[in-house]
């Protein structure tokens, strides 16, 4: 053989362990390196670390697969990574998770998976910003093997794992056993538990967006101005709107029934107060068979131009209905409680029945009928599922408060939904403070009045 080329050969073969992972097929296995102190971006999208010449961004997490078909075809247990590709991979298991970065991004930015060291440094900044996504899921704990690869098809432990492979709808990364069989199959002896995936790309540290730690005031100020306040003001027009309603009915309907006989006053006692033994939901559904649009009154609305079901409208009727029988027991109890024989000694005295209504009843009775009012405004403005039934849920005509409490919770906006309960419990303490203490300064007026 050539002398100089049996040379080149030995030369090869003795600088093959510094050649740079890109070029090896191999993959390292590291856990993490102490070391480094990761920096977090407050959004959670991005990772950098003091003398580590790149970064990672747009980080997405996937807390599962899937074993669905891709293209019309099985190609192994799935993560869907979008439209495009991602430099980092990380497909976490309950034993080892294994770790991918794109060959041409590793040698962009001098990352060298064959050296311990450079795939310790990549593995530590992946585990800070995938547990700081964690949300609750699981996390990667410092002591689980990472094994880091360039290779696009790696095999490990059984398993083959194929990143950034192109699909009809865009990327995906897949895993199958060594025969291409379903991973997750319990049957199989090579099967194993998928913990989540992760993925990112690769940027110079000086490109990455590492947003600060904002302060606790910037933000409450952020939070603030992005929240859709149209609930307060639907809650606050049909609050304000039905208990105008709720507080004239209910003063009528109990001087009705004390004007009755008995028998008569029993019936209609029962129909008042029904609404307030029935569940929300029933009343909302009766409403809405008595005024739905196939209905003879609901399409006479229709006619003259007022649809009520599913508008403004019906959130003041479903507050007014199950929210009446409050004001209506409150005044009849109030005016039951009154002495007849001072009524009967105004009327001796010539007054009127509207005069002794609003010069005597209705003040003497004052307090109990605060207290209904009170009572009346708060089961309005808590007023939930007959809302929902007869005026359903649109954002500015329909959406009062309890019901944006309850689609924020189900949509995982947990803390607007809160936002939402804070606001209510300290707007209706205010009111009712107000009205008792109203109430009471007019009770102590009255008296003083009638002392004089």
Known sequence: MNLKLLVAL????LAWPALPAWADAAATSVTGDANIQATISSDNQAVAAEGVSYALSGFKRAQAGSNRDVDGSYKGYGYFLGTGRYDVSLIATDDFAVLYIDPDAAQRFGIDPGAAASASELATLVRAIDNANASGGAQLDESLPVYVTTDATFACQGLTFRFNVQGDKGCYDFVTTEDGADPTDGANSQAVRFIHGAFAQVVDAHEANILAEPSLLDQLTTFLSHIDYSPLWVTLKTTLTSIVFIFILGLAAAYFT????PRARD???????IPMVLPPTVCGFLLLLALGNNTALGRWFIDIGFPLIFS????VIAAVVVAFPLMYRSARGAF???????LDAARTLG????RIFFKLMLPLAWTNIA???VLAFARALGEFGATLFLAGNYLGVTRTIPIAIYFEWMNGNTDIAIFWTIVILIFSFIVILFINLWGRRTTRYKQGAVEE
């Open 10 to 13: 030995l030369a090869l073969v």
């Open 258 to 261: 004390l004007r009755i006989s």
């Open 267 to 273: 019936i209609f006692d029962a129909i008042f107060t």
């Open 312 to 315: 403004w409208p019906a959130t």
């Open 336 to 342: 039951e409680a009154l002495d007849p024989n001072m």
């Open 351 to 354: 007054w009127s029945n509207g």
């Open 371 to 373: 207290s209904g009012t």
